[in-house]
């Protein structure tokens, strides 16, 4: 069974850290790219980063740049998103997703990817 499963979400205060892991099992992500996306109440799902399947390749939402690491360990068969310098505004449910593709490239956008996870609550509060 194709799985993917987010870990390491929690409260922290603004200002602080976390690094959320995104494991695979039932498949390799060797051939994925790998999104993370977040979604508050009330909101659309959105792009916060993703890595080609090589990590040759990462984007980040402007939100988030210089903030957000997106790195991967095919050999651990996970993703990371550190993130540090975290705001309240950054307080969403993050998910994890995977788009098979043969180039080395990766989408920023929903659609494109064919594998989610089941999501880890962040919150940012004082």
């Known amino acids: 069974q194709l799985q993917l499963v987010e870990s390491g979400g929690g409260l922290v205060q603004p200002g602080g850290s976390l690094r959320l892991s995104c494991a695979a099992s039932g498949f390799t992500l060797d051939y994925y790219a790998i999104g993370w996306f977040r979604q508050a109440p009330g909101k659309e799902r959105e792009g916060v980063s993703c890595i080609s399947s090589s990590g040759g390749k990462t984007n980040y939402a402007d939100s988030v740049k210089g903030r957000f690491t997106i790195s991967r360990d095919n050999a651990k068969n996970t993703v990371y998103l550190q993130m540090n310098s975290l705001k309240p505004e950054d307080t969403s449910v993050y998910y994890c997703?995977?788009?098979?593709?043969?180039?080395?490239?990766?989408?920023?956008?929903?659609?494109?990817?064919?594998?989610w996870g089941q999501g880890t609550q962040v919150t940012v509060s004082s």
């Open positions: 997703a995977a788009d098979f593709r043969r180039d080395d490239y990766c989408a920023g956008y929903v659609s494109s990817y064919d594998y």
